[in-house]
Every structure is written in C-alpha cells, then in structure tokens.
C-alpha cells in the first residue's frame, strides 16, 4: 500500500544533505539505488489500484498505511543502505576506480532489493 513512503522520505532526505557528504561514500550509488526503488514502487503500487490520483490518494486508510511503513518501508531503506555500505567496502578494499557502477544498473538494483522486501514482508 504505502510502504514506498520509508524509501522516498529517505531518498529525499538523503538528496537534501548530498552536498555534506564526502565524495569517499558515494552517496550518488545510494540516492540511485534509492531512487530506482522509489520509481519502480510508485507505478507498482498505482497499478493495483493501492495509489489513486484523487485525495486521499491511498486506497487504505491510515491504521494500515503506519504498520506497513514500519514493517516493509523501513527494511527496505535498511537493505538498501546495507548493500551500499557493502558496495562501499568492496570498492575500498580493491581501491579501484573503475569500480563505478553505471546509474541505471544502481537503480535497477534499488529496485530489485525493494521488490524483494515487499514480496518477502508484504
């Protein structure tokens, strides 16, 4: 229903303070990542009728939109920034710079862990 609220208020949140992070963190690879989830569950979601386009704009009300946040949007952000912080470890220990995974691959891999968690916790 609404677990892609976790992801975007994450992804904007992480858009906002890009600027103050250190180019060493990569933090476009997490906004990517991010992002493409973000991209791909909002379609999914207006797609089985879950987000409409006239207020209230979520088909369920409010007593089923707080639990699914916490417990799917909140793993998702979770699984997400792990695989970063993993994709950042790899890339310090082989100190390569052709380590650099291309933006649409970055959010296809969003994308795909966020599926994964749905479909898993949902």
């Known amino acids: 229903m609404a677990c892609f609220i ?10 906002a303070v890009r600027k103050k992070i250190p180019s060493r963190y990569h933090i476009e690879w997490l906004l990517s990542m991010i992002w493409g989830g973000v991209v791909w569950l909002i379609p999914e979601h207006i797609y089985h009728g879950e987000v409409v386009f006239y207020p209230p ?10 639990p699914e946040v916490l417990m799917v949007g909140i793993p998702m952000v ?3 920034v792990v695989a970063w912080a993993i ?15 291309r933006v649409v691959s970055l959010m296809l891999c969003g994308a795909f862990l966020m ?6 916790l949902a």
């Not at 976790?6 to 858009?15: D, E, G, N, Q, R």
């Not at 082989?94 to 650099?100: A, V």
């Not at 599926?115 to 898993?120: E, G, T």
């Open 87 to 101: 994709m950042l470890m790899v890339s310090t220990i082989f100190n390569s710079q052709k380590l650099q995974p």
């Open 115 to 120: 599926i994964i968690i749905d479909k898993l």
């Open 6 to 15: 976790a992801p975007a208020t994450a992804a904007i949140v992480a858009t």
């Open 57 to 66: 704009f979520f088909t369920a009300g409010i007593s089923e939109i707080i």
């Open 78 to 80: 979770i699984v997400t």
